[in-house]
C-alpha cells in the first residue's frame, strides 16, 4: 500500500478510519437486507393466509 509509505504519521489514522468506515458500511447493508428478508417473508405469509379457500 503507498498510503501507508506516503501517508506519513497520519497514516495509521487513516487506514484506522476505513475501517471502521468498511466495518459500518458493512453492517448497515447487512442489516438491510435483513430486514428485507424479514419483511418479504412477513408479506407472502400475509398473503398466504388472505388467499385462503373462502367459506
Given amino acids: 500500500m503507498t498510503l501507508l509509505t506516503e501517508g506519513g ?3 495509521p489514522y487513516i487506514l484506522a478510519a476505513f ?4 466495518v459500518v458500511f458493512a453492517g448497515l447493508i447487512a442489516d ?4 428485507a428478508r424479514h419483511w418479504r417473508r412477513e408479506v407472502e ?3 398466504r393466509r388472505d ?4 367459506a
Avoid at 475501517?19 to 468498511?22: D, K, L, T
Avoid at 438491510?32 to 430486514?35: F, G, S
Avoid at 388467499?51 to 373462502?54: Q, T
Fill in 45 to 47: 405469509r400475509l398473503t
Fill in 19 to 22: 475501517a471502521v468506515s468498511a
Fill in 9 to 11: 504519521r497520519y497514516a
Fill in 32 to 35: 438491510t437486507l435483513l430486514r
Fill in 51 to 54: 388467499s385462503g379457500p373462502a
